[in-house]
């Protein structure tokens, strides 16, 4: 399980929201719901770019995940 923040993966700046996944794959999922809850308007324009901007930015973040520690286990 590995952690980022929303801001780490590229949200708002002053957004410290936790996000959590086992994979990549995962933790974009989780970061894409909460950018559509929290940040409408972000997601709205990762709607419209090009696909070559999303599929960039999603190659980019494999490599920031994989480098990633994994979290410490939650207690409880
Ligand atoms: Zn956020």
Do not use: Y
Not at 51 to 62: G, I, P
């Amino acid at each position: 399980m590995k952690e980022m923040t929303c801001s780490e993966m590229g949200g708002p700046a002053d957004c410290t929201t936790v996000l959590r996944g086992e994979t990549a794959d995962e933790m974009v999922k989780a970061g894409w719901d909460h950018i559509q809850a929290a940040h409408p308007e972000m997601a709205e324009g990762i709607k419209n770019n090009p696909k070559e901007v999303n599929d960039k930015w999603q190659e980019e973040f494999r490599a920031t995940f994989d480098a990633l520690p994994d979290a410490p286990a939650e207690a409880g």
